[in-house]
């Protein structure tokens, strides 16, 4: 297992070099001056955009380019974000903590209501709740993201009331923005909240979190449904089940030892994707319930044409992946150990 580890390790430095070449190469096909506002912080720096692109470089060589722009981003800055008005490298950090609140609360009831119902669906094959299941896939499936929004914010905001759009309601927000009265420790506004004791901000952030945590779950859950339950039915028919039913071993014990292990390959492949999606910022999602993600972050600086909060975005998004590629090809190893041994 340390051996496949390692090999894994080994070629994240390769990968990672053509995740920033890719991104460096699509920012080629931009203008010396449109890439100099990777550089400028002040609006007033454009009258000397000339002497900007010769400081940087971006008159040089490609190669050059290249070494100068890497160079950068191994530092850490990422240019100047006009869309949030600070640095990118700070703008990520600022916005992907309420990604990642919003992320940790969806994924885990996900994973869980999916991987159960598909397996009951699948062991009870054409019974009531193999029905239930697949009723439950085609319409979390049927409905595109931004429907299943629409719809519960029209019902449980716009009619009823009871869950409000964005992530803290205005009295809260004082509240957590005032230093005197709210210590941050985490930037998880549910966790920071119970760390200082203030329960009703608690239930605030989950006031607010219902709603995107409810579409997202929605769709994302139909589709691990449907998922498993294929993946289970499949490692339902092979011979070694056959073989444990007939030496007598009981049904659950054949179920979860012996099928379900087997059948939740697929299964984590589309996790960690999910799980990497999530993190990236759920743009459609975070921008009907004014969210303030890093979804939301990405897709207003793209509307209005930050290249260096795109571009910045766009690298972040891509070691997320990188890294979650390698976090599921660990947990296959851990599952079936012929393929680390491939």
């Given at each position: 297992m340390t051996v496949f580890i390692a090999r894994r390790l080994l070629l994240l430095p390769l990968v990672g070099i053509g995740v920033t070449l890719l991104i460096f190469s699509l920012l080629q096909l931009l203008s010396p001056q449109q890439r100099a506002a990777l550089y400028v912080t002040d609006p007033r720096q454009l009258q000397a955009i000339d002497a900007i692109i010769r400081e940087h470089g971006l008159d040089r060589p490609v190669y050059i380019q290249y070494v100068q722009w890497l160079g950068r981003v191994l530092q850490g800055d990422l240019g100047?974000?006009?869309?949030?008005?600070?640095?990118?490298?700070?703008?990520i950090a600022t916005f992907f903590p309420a990604t990642l609140?919003?992320?940790l609360y969806t994924f885990l009831p996900i994973i869980a209501l999916g991987i159960w119902l598909g397996t009951k669906s699948a062991v009870h094959r054409d019974q009531v709740i193999d029905h239930f299941s697949r009723l439950f896939a085609i319409g979390g499936q049927s409905f595109p993201t931004f429907v299943w929004g629409l719809l519960l914010l029209m019902v449980f905001y716009g009619a009823w009331r009871l869950f409000p759009p964005g992530r803290l309601s205005l009295e809260a927000n004082l509240v957590v923005l005032d230093p005197t009265q709210f210590r941050t420790y985490t930037h998880l506004v549910t966790v920071d909240a119970l760390l200082n004791g203030k329960l009703w901000i608690f239930l605030d952030a989950l006031r607010h979190?219902?709603?995107?945590?409810?579409?997202?779950s929605l769709v994302q859950t139909a589709t691990l449904v449907r998922v498993t339950r294929s993946s289970m039915l499949e490692t339902l028919r092979q011979d070694y089940v056959r073989t444990a039913r007939a030496k007598g071993l009981e049904e659950p014990r054949v179920?979860?030892?012996?099928?379900r292990k087997n059948a939740l390959i697929p299964v984590i492949t589309l996790s960690a994707l999910l799980f990497v999606g999530l993190l990236n910022g759920v743009?459609?999602?975070e921008t009907i319930y004014n969210y303030p993600g890093i979804g939301r972050w990405g897709a207003n600086a793209a509307i209005q044409l930050d290249a260096p909060a795109v571009a910045g975005f766009a690298l972040f998004s891509a070691l997320l992946l990188v890294f979650g590629?390698?976090?599921?090809d660990i947990l296959y190893a851990w599952i079936d150990p012929r393929i680390r041994l491939g």
């Open positions: 100047w974000s006009e869309t949030a008005k600070m640095p990118v490298a700070r703008a609140e919003l992320t979190l219902a709603l995107p945590v409810i579409t997202l179920i979860n030892k012996h099928a743009v459609i999602t590629n390698l976090a599921a």
